[in-house]
């Protein structure tokens, strides 16, 4: 009672509308939880602002669909209306909703504009109801990443009855060019299109999207692995064979008795010789796509407004792409070439020459092992307002690389040097110039004694650290690190074998002191007396996570 009577001064010292807009900041349990504390509680919960954007994610493991309609079907403190009518946004990922759940929804709301369905088991007649429901006017983001059971024919009779969608999210469903072809046609809103891990389209869908959707500025094709150069090419042509003719005539919803030729005969005439017009796309993922070749040639003559790209694993990219890239994509902040072996320097004085450089944030050179330190220092010299960058894995890369980082990249805050070259000094210098540090890895550590280790100290802001193969990190010099870094959140180490868990110790005697927020600590290969000393830490420890192998 005394609580009870402490929450309600409490809450009568704000005013309704002050704590309304509180409540609708805080997770949907909370809320449910919060609303049966009194009367006045529970009306001020029922709100329509709060249940305008509802994310039950976070819960997904503990709302069964029925919970989940039940707590919808509540109705409204200040408007005669269910909850679920006055959603705009409803994020249901990975939660357990059947087709019963989705046509609750659909049916009871008419201004849904974002529905999210990531990894729900949700089958054909489910998305039926989205597609015939009011609400799919007015529908512009739908994310059904990872629905296995999703096909063709739910892509064509979700991209008909929601022409104003602007942000589909499709990675994994079983996606063709049919599909493709339905998107192109009836999805000229789009804005942004995740087609990733989907392996069953070809160029001829690709390729249809980018001459239709005008309005597309973000495209992700991460994992599609038989996707060539082609398909970005700056014009292509439709053939006339059968097999092409009966998927796009299929994907138009041409009389399916015509003949295969007289069904491309039947379509439009610019879609014969088709030229790409979503040349303002900004961003554009092909990460893992291997069979890319030239594809860095094609995004610069045809998207010179990227903002964003990667091209991660397409190990044959080479320094023709990218020197082409450097000439006529003058805005690029994030670029990713990791694993993209056959680079060189050249490839890498190109970045550092072109008008991007000085605007660069984003860098991934993971095991471009052909880099030396003279492009290095200069791509150091010439981007200042990089942010993240990886150099794991560029073996040929020393001390001088290292020091010139520290000298000219001040704003890092992610960095890998695994592999690098790097030792004492340079370390002593790396720490204390880049302030604005939270990530650094370093997982070949062996020429560091444990002065270059410590120097990990200085790193004031870290909160990520992951060394490996150190043998100079000895209980005193984790426990140095510890009292430097105390915004330190995950720790992985391996191979450190001078560990005999005296620092573990130390931060279950000082656990206010020493690293306050960590959550996440991981020890491999270590000494087996410094794995105990962990394991004793975490019984002691609220809310660490740890692991040892």
């Not at 991209?159 to 969608?165: D, G, K």
């Not at 056959?342 to 944030?361: G, H, Q, R, V, Y």
């Amino acid at each position: 009672m005394e609580g009870d009577t402490g929450l309600k001064c409490a809450v009568d010292l704000f005013p309704s509308d002050v704590l309304v807009h509180i409540f609708s900041w805080l997770p949907i349990d909370v809320i449910s939880n919060f609303s049966t504390l009194s009367k006045t509680t529970r009306d001020l919960t029922l709100q329509q602002e709060i249940w305008q954007h509802v994310d039950l994610s976070p819960v997904a493991s503990r709302f069964s669909d029925s919970r989940i309609v039940q707590l919808l079907s509540r109705r409204c403190s200040d408007v005669a209306a269910p909850l679920v009518s006055v959603i705009e946004h409803l994020n249901l990922d990975n939660c357990k909703v059947n087709n019963e759940t989705v046509a609750f929804i659909a049916g009871s709301n008419h201004r849904l504009r974002s529905l999210g369905l990531h990894g729900c088991n949700v089958s054909d007649a489910g998305y039926e109801t989205i597609a015939s429901s009011n609400s799919a006017k007015t529908l512009i983001r739908l994310d059904i990443r990872g629905c296995w059971g999703v096909r063709d024919d739910v892509i064509k009779l979700i991209s008909a009855a929601c022409p104003n969608i602007e942000d589909w999210r499709l990675s994994g469903v079983n996606l063709t060019d049919v599909g493709l072809y339905a998107i192109a046609k009836n999805c000229l809103n789009l804005k942004k299109l995740d087609i990733s891990t989907c392996y069953d389209f070809t160029r001829r869908g690709v390729q249809a999207v980018l001459r239709s959707c005008s309005s597309l500025s973000v495209f992700l094709l991460r994992g599609c692995r038989q996707v060539s150069d082609d398909a970005f090419a700056s014009e292509f042509s439709f053939d006339d064979g059968a097999s092409l003719a009966l998927e796009v005539a299929e994907g138009f919803g041409l009389d399916g008795e015509q003949q295969a030729g007289q069904r491309v005969a039947a379509l439009p005439v610019e879609l014969h010789n088709v030229h790409i017009v979503s040349g303002g796309l900004e961003v554009l993922d092909l990460s893992e796509c291997r069979r890319l070749r030239n594809i860095l040639q094609h995004v610069a003559l045809n998207f010179p407004n990227l903002i964003e790209l990667s091209v991660n694993r397409c190990g044959l990219v080479d320094d023709d792409g990218v020197c082409a890239l450097a000439t006529t994509c003058r805005g690029l902040r994030k670029l990713d070439l990791g694993h993209c072996s056959k680079l060189t320097d050249n490839a890498i004085l190109a970045i550092s020459n072109s008008s991007f450089a000085p605007l660069l944030e984003y860098l991934d050179l993971t095991v471009v092992e052909l880099m030396t330190d003279k492009s290095a220092v200069c791509l150091a010299t010439a981007c200042p307002q990089l942010t993240t960058l990886y150099f794991g894995g560029c073996s040929q890369l020393t001390e001088v690389s290292v020091m010139a980082v520290a000298n000219f990249c001040r704003k890092l805050e992610v960095i890998s040097l695994t592999g690098c070259g790097v030792d004492d000094t340079s370390m002593l210098h790396f720490f204390p110039a880049l302030s604005q540090l939270r990530v650094f890895i370093l997982k070949s550590a062996d020429r560091l004694s444990a002065a270059g280790v410590g120097a990990v100290k200085e790193a004031k802001k870290l909160r990520v650290l992951m060394l490996g193969n150190c043998p100079a990190l000895d209980d005193k010099t984790m426990t140095a690190i510890a009292r430097g870094c105390s915004n330190l959140q995950e720790i992985t180490l391996f191979g450190c074998k001078l560990l005999k868990g005296r620092c573990f110790q130390k931060m279950a005697e000082e656990h206010s002191s020493l690293l306050p927020l960590l959550k996440s600590f991981k020890l491999r290969a270590c000494n087996a007396e410094a794995a105990k000393a962990l394991t004793d830490l975490a019984s002691k420890r609220k809310g660490l996570s740890i692991s040892v192998v």
